[in-house]
């Protein structure tokens, strides 16, 4: 990537911060201050020997289309928005105490999700705009090492 791309991405990511939802202290509200996360849960399992924070979702218990057809992408964005800052604030611990880079894993736990067009539709509509969003603002969470090459 050139550096004119990194620089634009770095000033968009900052002008991000800076915005009204006052990210930088989202990580201190207590998570439950928005609906969403009452149907939405995700468990912190623990650290790794290296340095991973492991996070799983429990996908097939969690209502994608219920969700997606009550609250609006700006909702879901600002709502996952406090687990992303709050993973950050415990990686910045991990890295604190231990003098070494963390990131963070993510487990998602299909078992029990069901096929159907809509699930589809959601995972190339509003749930890959999450995904990139979070990759975009996220990168340093992101750890190419562990790869899952077999889910059943």
């Known amino acids: 990537m050139s550096i004119d791309k990194i ?12 915005c009204a939802w006052e990210v930088d202290l989202i990580h201190k509200t207590d998570r439950d201050t928005h609906p969403l996360h009452k149907y939405w849960p995700i468990t912190v399992a623990g650290v790794t020997e290296s340095n991973s924070l492991v996070l799983v979702e429990q996908s097939g ?18 709502a996952k928005l406090h687990d992303a800052e709050s993973v950050l ?6 890295e604190k105490e231990t003098g070494k880079q963390a990131y963070a894993i993510l487990v998602i736990d299909s078992e029990g999700v069901p096929y159907s067009k809509k699930l589809v539709d959601l995972m190339l509509g509003p749930m890959n705009c999450r995904s990139e969003f ?3 603002h996220y990168v340093e969470l992101v750890d190419n090492r562990h790869k899952i090459t077999d889910c059943f």
């Not at 604030?89 to 991990?94: G, L, Q, T, V, Y």
């Open 61 to 78: 218990f969690i209502d994608y289309e219920g969700i997606h057809d009550h609250f609006c992408l700006t909702d879901i964005v600002k």
């Open 89 to 94: 604030a415990r990686i910045m611990e991990i």
């Open 134 to 136: 979070m990759l975009q």
């Open 7 to 18: 620089a634009h991405r770095l000033r968009h990511h900052l002008l991000f911060r800076a």
